[in-house]
């Protein structure tokens, strides 16, 4: 199939495609779009919905309101960073209550994150080398309490789990009790992102002890980060784990890149390039994230 064909399949495959990771306006770093406008874009291009994120707010409340403007399936979720007050489980009971549909553990203020903040060179922006990290386990090297406090939240309202940036010993004491708790929504964030380079193996791994699905975003392969991977990374490991445990998402709306509706139409062309069949595709964008928001 030359370019231009694979082009042409993208479009029709992006029909009801729900990306899991945008950002957006407003925000304290630059972004492309905002909520209502890339949920406009969305709409126009036949999407099925989207999940708006920010790293220093909760964006469920947002979500609901570009929802009624919109009259499309916009959602918001909430990142535990510093400004939330962390592992908050009183900051993470509004949100649910708000309708948010993912809590993320913390992210550019995770611990892990900023023993190397220029992984991500905007993060500097907002989180200086001084800033005190969040750590999800305490002294014993046990999960804290909080985060177990957290876990019973997402469980009572339904709602999903997703790893942010944190360390990979982290993830995997979180998946753990996670599981064991009956958490039954879990997505790994990003794992090939090369703040965590996890392996195909670690990746199984952590699949086998109750992640849900495996976010793959294809903004890892741009110049946001510092050292970008490649799409065929995305792809061989795709093929390892398979499309049922996968989610194709961006992770865009940077002023750098192109809007993340485009983004998803040229990573949706850059898959079947690389040999992802249209069917896994569809499972991916469509009926994985689709299942896991109980759409």
């Not at 909520?35 to 036949?46: L, S, Y």
């Not at 709602?159 to 009790?177: D, R, Y």
């Amino acid at each position: 199939m030359d370019e231009k064909g694979n082009a042409i399949k993208a479009e029709k495959l992006i029909a009801g495609a729900i990306d899991m990771h945008i950002h957006t306006n407003p925000d304290l770093f630059p972004r492309l779009i905002s909520d209502i406008e890339v949920a406009r874009e969305a709409k126009n291009t036949g999407m099925g919905g989207i999940v708006i994120k920010n790293h220093f707010t909760t964006t469920a409340d947002r979500a609901a309101l570009a929802r009624e403007i919109t009259s499309f399936p916009v959602f918001g979720g909430l990142v535990l960073n510093n400004p939330v007050g962390g592992l908050n489980p009183e900051a993470v009971e509004v949100s649910l209550k708000l309708g948010a549909k993912i809590i993320w553990m913390p992210t550019i203020y995770a611990e892990y994150q900023l023993k190397d903040p220029d992984v991500v060179k905007m993060f500097n922006m907002a989180v200086g080398h001084d800033t005190k990290g969040i750590s999800l386990i305490d002294q014993n090297l046990n999960l804290k309490n909080k985060v177990k406090e957290i876990l019973d939240l997402i469980i009572g309202y339904k709602a999903i789990l997703a790893t942010g940036h944190i360390s990979k010993q982290e993830s995997n004491l979180l998946v753990e009790e996670a599981n064991n708790m009956g958490v039954k929504k879990i997505i790994l964030t990003h794992p090939l992102s090369p703040m965590f380079d996890y392996t195909t193996g670690e990746i199984r791994e952590l699949v086998a002890k109750g992640v849900s699905l495996v976010e793959f975003n294809v903004l890892d392969t741009t110049e946001v980060v510092s050292k970008p991977i490649s799409a065929e990374l995305i792809a061989d490991t795709i093929k390892a784990i398979g499309a049922n445990k996968a989610v194709m998402a961006t992770d865009g709306g940077q002023t750098i890149n192109p809007s993340p509706v485009k983004m998803m139409l040229d990573y949706i062309d850059t898959m079947l390039g690389l040999g992802i069949s249209e069917e896994d595709i569809k499972t991916m964008v469509c009926d994985n994230p689709a299942k896991i928001l109980e759409l």
